[in-house]
């Protein structure tokens, strides 16, 4: 079953294998545990995202900081602060 939410897109039913243990305690705690997966999962998405973001640009970042440091920010002569 897909449901729409208009902020964060389609959902789609999935299993999942998780603790007995932390799962009925989760339940008792009232905690929505598909939420808490989908954000969870959201999170660690936009880290990966991340890193690999860094790992393939890092090249040009270590050149464009070394080319700063040598000659300053392009626009630093019209900085006020």
Request: include cysteine; proline fraction near 1%.
């Amino acid at each position: 079953m897909r449901t729409y939410n208009k902020v964060r897109g389609l959902k789609k039913a999935t299993n999942l294998t998780l603790n007995t243990q932390v799962l009925a305690e989760a339940k008792k705690l009232g905690i929505n545990i598909s939420k808490v997966c989908d954000a969870f999962l959201e999170s660690l998405v936009r880290q990966e995202k991340g890193r690999l973001w860094k790992l393939e640009y890092a090249k040009f970042i270590s050149e464009y900081n070394q080319i700063t440091d040598q000659d300053g920010l392009p626009l630093d002569k019209w900085r006020t602060f």
